[in-house]
């Protein structure tokens, strides 16, 4: 289920983080990302990145993991990159012959760029090592309604179970030397699949409902022992409060 939801396993533990209570972590990335949002100089979006660089090395998070996972956002940024200074009017800063990029839409570009990896990145480090367990009872903790958190609780083991049931549905397809092309028979055999699928998760989705009744599911999921925050999760969410002060106050005297 954890491995769904975060691309995660259990040797990718964060002990420096993990002591914290979930919900200050989910309230200070969303402060993160609230502070990325308002803050306008483009210098002290760095500095903050460069400060999250360094929190992430402090928590022993490998830089090749958050570098692999940050590459799926850099395909559209790139994009933003090129077309905005070509598209957003305003006195030229680069000419390269015919083609001139704006000056404004550089700007836009180069804060929009380190927004996301800003936000990103926070994500990252706050919340992705999180188990999707714990995470849901810290929404609902925060006042998110409980059927949106059993939502996502829901989602988080079914996705895994789907999966799993695809992989057997493949690995018969196979078994029986079936190969993709542009026939009618692939199209065909392809619909099946996705109907088949279908079926058995709502077949699985029935025999988990009637064990989770026999178990005495009343609508909503107990943890033996609820979460407490404690000194140590003040001390963080104080250094967080500072820090975003402190560059939301930098950014508007620069």
Same mark, same amino acid.
């Given at each position: ?30 402060? @993160? %990302?609230?502070?990325? =949002?308002? $803050?306008?100089? #483009?210098?002290? &979006?760095?500095? /903050?990145?460069?400060? +999250?660089? !360094? ?25 933003? @990159? %090129?077309?905005?200074? =070509?598209? $957003?009017?305003? #006195?030229?800063? &680069?000419?390269? /012959?015919?083609?001139? +990029?704006? !000056? ?95 079926v058995r ?45 402190a560059a ?7």
């Amino acid at each position: 289920m954890t491995e769904t939801l975060y691309c995660r396993d259990e040797a990718d533990a964060r002990p420096r983080l993990d002591r914290f209570d979930a919900r200050t972590r989910i309230v200070t990335a969303l402060a @993160l %990302i609230v502070a990325a =949002l308002v $803050v306008r100089s #483009p210098f002290v &979006l760095m500095a /903050g990145l460069a400060g +999250l660089v !360094a929190f992430a090395w402090f928590c022993e998070l490998r830089a090749k993991e958050i570098a692999g996972r940050l590459l799926h956002a850099e395909g559209f940024l790139l994009v933003l @990159l %090129i077309l905005l200074p =070509l598209t $957003v009017p305003g #006195p030229a800063a &680069l000419s390269l /012959g015919p083609v001139e +990029l704006s !000056a404004p839409g550089l700007d836009r570009a180069l804060k929009i760029f380190l927004r996301v990896n800003f936000s990103a990145l926070a994500v990252l480090i706050l919340l992705a090592g999180m188990e999707p367990v714990r995470f849901g009872h810290a929404l609902a903790g925060l006042g998110v309604p409980e059927k949106l958190a059993h939502l996502l609780l829901f989602a988080a083991r079914w996705v895994a179970l789907i999966k799993e049931e695809g992989l057997r549905l493949h690995d018969a397809m196979r078994a029986r030397a079936f190969k993709a092309s542009t026939s009618l028979h692939t199209f065909r055999t392809l619909g099946f699949f996705c109907g088949q699928l279908l079926v058995r998760a709502l077949e699985r989705a029935e025999r988990i409902d009637e064990a989770m009744r026999c178990r005495g599911f009343a609508g909503r999921f107990v943890l033996a022992a609820e979460e407490r925050p404690g000194r140590s999760d003040g001390l963080f969410a104080a250094g967080a409060a500072v820090a975003i002060i402190a560059a939301v106050a930098l950014d508007r005297l620069t």
